[in-house]
């Protein structure tokens, strides 16, 4: 089958002064955007049996994401509330509901082996079960966002193969040194967004610097996934890393000029 499968967090996205909620998380927005750029996706999660599991459910249905092994859980959906200012999203509250319930079984397991690369992240609650998804000999890939430690990242890095962070508080030469020191951990390709300055990549051996795409911003919720999902196709597709940044950069530019990640936004 081949593409990516994602593995843990979604939410909705409540936008309170539109009163309108929008599907989100970080693995259901890589499940849908790479699944728009070209790759077969699944995720795989625990969704809520509320109004808000079941309109993530639809959209993923709706976008060709394969969700046999989603689970649907008694119990609210994980959400989190969304004010804009000046474009810039910021996060005032949430709760994580069931979404950080998943216990990988051998099932997952064989379902997960037909994909080409595992996504997760910092928000899923899945750093015990690393090790077996380890065993399936696919890379996994794991945005670390900005909430990391170094305990946290001691733990999590050998099993990582892709790593992303944000990073827009650090100075180019203060990234340039992390992205070293974090690939002596063992990730192959280690990336930092750095939000309106762009992005910095370190794979095999090179530095590459990707600026923004200048578009009037909306909304920058998503965009950082959106790099990641076209980065991700890429690599998947063999293209030329100088490309793949450029094309990422115009799909992250893309979604900041709508509200929500990928769209399905209902009223509240």
């Not at 969304?82 to 996060?91: A, E, M, Q």
């Not at 037909?114 to 399936?136: C, F, H, M, R, W």
């Not at 990641?228 to 998947?236: A, E, N, Q, T, Y």
């Amino acid at each position: 089958m081949g593409g990516i499968v994602a593995i843990g967090d979604n939410v909705v996205d409540k936008y309170i002064d539109l009163g309108i909620m929008f599907p989100g998380g970080n693995c259901i927005n890589v499940a849908v955007l790479s699944k728009r750029y070209g790759v077969d996706t699944a995720y795989l999660g625990c969704l809520g049996h509320d109004r808000e599991g079941k309109h993530i459910l639809k959209a993923l249905t709706n976008e060709g994401v394969d969700i046999s092994r989603t689970r649907v859980l008694e119990g609210a959906n994980a959400y989190v509330n969304v004010k804009l200012i000046d474009g810039d999203r910021k996060f005032l509250g949430n709760d994580r509901g069931v979404s950080r319930n998943i216990k990988l079984t051998k099932e997952d397991i064989d379902f997960i082996k037909a994909y080409d690369v595992i996504y997760t992240n910092i928000y899923s609650g899945i750093e015990k079960q690393l090790p077996l998804l380890k065993s399936t000999n696919r890379p996994i890939a794991f945005d670390f966002s900005n909430h990391y430690t170094k305990e946290y990242m001691e733990e999590v890095l050998p099993y990582i193969d892709y790593a992303f962070f944000s990073g827009s508080e650090m100075t180019d030469q203060e990234i340039r040194d992390f992205l070293m020191k974090v690939h002596t951990y063992g990730p192959d390709i280690v990336l930092v967004t750095k939000g309106s300055r762009g992005a910095c990549l370190l794979y095999e051996g090179k530095f590459y610097e990707q600026g923004i795409v200048p578009v009037k911003v909306l909304d920058t919720l998503g965009a950082g996934d959106s790099f990641i999902s076209r980065l991700l196709v890429g690599i998947l597709k063999d293209e030329e890393m100088g490309e793949t940044l450029q094309a990422a950069a115009e799909e992250a530019a893309k979604t900041c000029t709508h509200h929500g990640a990928f769209g399905y936004g209902i009223s509240i």
